[in-house]
T-cell receptor
């Protein structure tokens, strides 16, 4: 089954404790992206990757890191989480970077930073 | 920069009522336009899309027409069901000449009551 998976689905952590949210897709997609969803703000892009070893900042990259060492995986790293990073996070992928391509979303990771 | 404006929610309708969710956009060039739907506890999934002016996207009884003259992409359904209860996001992509930067609206929550 074609899908985007994220782990963990739920995470409660404390300020400053490094964490990684994994994202994997099995559709051989070139383009992957991370978003955060906050009430009243919709989805905001954190980072994106157009292919292996090619990543760039989105609209809200502060406090986050990413890597793209393999085509299927695109982990999101929070080196020192803070309470303002409490949010619902989504990973997404699409076949290529063309504008008319559909994005496929993972199920989301709900992160709480205390 | 690009922006998407959606009507405020929540929208509450009785089953079989007519649905309209307004979406207007600001973008340079000729973006592709999308409606995504998010069911409770899930990630977003594509509902429909349109890639050029006057195109009509349709799926599952939902329709939206790309109106360049009014910069709008309103979502409509003739008869809603309880199972349509979800959050609906309008989005645009590719106003910058093909690059897939996706801009989302803030989402409109729809609740359909029996």
């Amino acid at each position: 089954e074609a899908q985007v998976t994220q782990n963990p689905r739920y995470l409660i952590t404390v300020t400053g404790k490094k964490l990684t949210v994994t994202c994997s897709q099995n559709m051989n997609h070139e383009y992957m992206s991370w978003y955060r969803q906050d009430p009243g703000l919709g989805l905001r892009q954190i980072y994106y990757s157009m292919n292996v070893e090619v990543t760039d900042k989105g609209d809200v990259p502060e406090g986050y890191k990413v890597s793209r060492k393999e085509k299927r995986n695109f982990p999101l790293i929070l080196e020192s989480p803070s309470p303002n990073q409490t949010s619902l996070y989504f990973c997404a992928s699409s076949l290529r970077r063309q504008s008319n391509n559909e994005q496929f979303f993972g199920p989301g990771t709900r992160l709480t930073v205390l | 920069g690009d922006s998407v404006t959606q009507m405020e929610g929540p929208v509450t309708l009785s089953e079989e009522a007519f649905l309209t969710i307004n979406c207007t956009y600001t973008a340079t060039g000729y973006p592709s336009l999308f409606w995504y739907v998010q069911y409770p506890g899930e990630g977003l999934q594509l509902l429909l899309k349109a890639t050029k002016a006057d195109d009509k996207g349709s799926n599952k009884g939902f329709e939206a027409t790309y109106r360049k003259e009014t910069t709008s992409f309103h979502l409509e359904k003739g008869s809603v069901q309880v199972s349509d209860s979800a959050v609906y996001f309008c989005a645009l992509s590719g106003s910058g000449g093909g690059y897939q930067k996706v801009t989302f609206g803030t989402g409109t929550k729809l609740q359909v009551i029996p």
